[in-house]
């Protein structure tokens, strides 16, 4: 099992940033990558950024330039740095933990982020 938790969401205005933190614990042994998707009102979730174990990021079209993600690896900790954020970036954000095993990912509870026109 592994258990994520994620921080740092909130109201923000147009232009601002946030940045989301996700903490991993359990059995992370077997971690191949962990990611940052979205999902908003009425639409499917997506992915906005993922990073493997072994650093290569991808980042989804909408956010590249604009969000960067990081990961401490002393803390089993990923980042998602959000800046110059528009209103279109207001969903919840989950992270996700993908595994090398079954059940394969993990998720976290999400976190609201609100971005103000």
């Known amino acids: 099992q592994v258990q994520l938790v994620e921080s740092g969401g909130g109201l923000v205005e147009a232009g601002g940033s946030l940045r989301l933190s996700c903490a991993a614990s359990?059995?992370?042994?077997?971690?191949?990558?962990m990611g940052w998707y979205r999902q908003a009102p009425g639409k499917q979730r997506e992915l906005v950024a993922r990073?493997?174990?072994?650093?290569?990021?991808n980042y989804v079209d909408s956010v590249k330039g604009r969000f960067t993600v990081s990961r401490d690896n002393a803390k089993n900790t990923e980042y998602l740095q959000m800046d110059s954020l528009k209103p279109e970036d207001t969903a919840v954000y989950y992270c996700a933990a993908e595994m090398l095993v079954a059940p394969y990912v993990y998720w976290g509870q999400g976190t609201q982020v609100t971005v103000s026109s």
């Open positions: 990073m493997t174990t072994g650093g290569r990021t």
């Open positions: 359990g059995s992370i042994f077997g971690l191949n990558a």
